[in-house]
């Protein structure tokens, strides 16, 4: 149970495979506004069986990031995503050729000499750095969005939050890929019965 805490607090365990490291693959991620509040937009029907969503400044920002996420995280693609009223799904590709580092061997540098106190690390400061180099790329990159969205709603007077966790599932093969990507494709016309159409 020692495992299970940190800073003598309890912490929630980690939703990630501890079996892959994250440093590249193919990923089906979703990621949801704290109560699944309508804060991207609306969906609004264009004919019987098509949809599309209309999205807010928000959404617009977020989709805009989305678009270029390459831009920021060279090691990055999102080739497939759909905004929607209150969550958005992707496949992300993660290319560990193009990865900076390995995570947790991250190269540190303060501009000082070490001092005695900073070469003796505490145990829990070795438990989250084993955490955080089980993360990889992916947790980096969905971070870096979500944490563009919410200055952008800072800046603009607007009253956002994440979901603290985001979803992700380990794409395996190219049968899986097609049925993913119809599925984010097809999320705005299946909209009226998607779980997560909540108000």
């Known amino acids: 149970m020692a495992d ?13 495979a501890l079996w892959h490291d994250y440093g590249g693959g193919a990923y089906f991620v979703t990621v949801c506004t704290k109560n699944r509040e309508h804060l ?8 019987p069986t098509a949809a599309t969503v209309q999205l807010t400044k928000l959404g ?7 678009q ?8 990055a693609e999102i ?31 303060t501009g000082r000499a070490p001092s005695l106190q900073s070469q003796m690390q505490s145990q829990s400061q070795i438990q989250m750095q084993k955490t955080d180099s089980r993360k990889g790329w992916l947790s980096v990159t969905i971070g870096g969005i979500k944490s563009a ?38 999320n705005p016309q299946t909209w009226e019965n998607d779980g997560m159409n909540v108000k």
């Open 4 to 16: 299970e805490k940190f800073g003598n607090r309890y912490r929630t365990k980690s939703a990630r």
């Open 40 to 47: 991207f937009g609306e969906i609004v029907r264009c004919a």
């Open 60 to 66: 617009q920002f977020l989709h805009e990031n989305l």
């Open 68 to 75: 270029n996420v390459n831009a920021h995280y060279p090691y």
């Open 79 to 109: 080739p497939v995503f759909v905004v929607m009223p209150n969550h958005w799904h992707a496949i992300v590709f993660i290319d560990g050729d193009k990865t900076p580092y390995e995570r947790g061997n991250a190269p540190v540098e």
């Open 149 to 186: 969205v919410t200055k952008f709603a800072n800046r603009n007077n607007i009253d956002f939050a994440w979901q603290m966790r985001f979803h992700d599932h380990i794409i395996r093969d190219q049968n899986e890929l097609n049925r993913i990507a119809c599925y984010i494709e097809n």
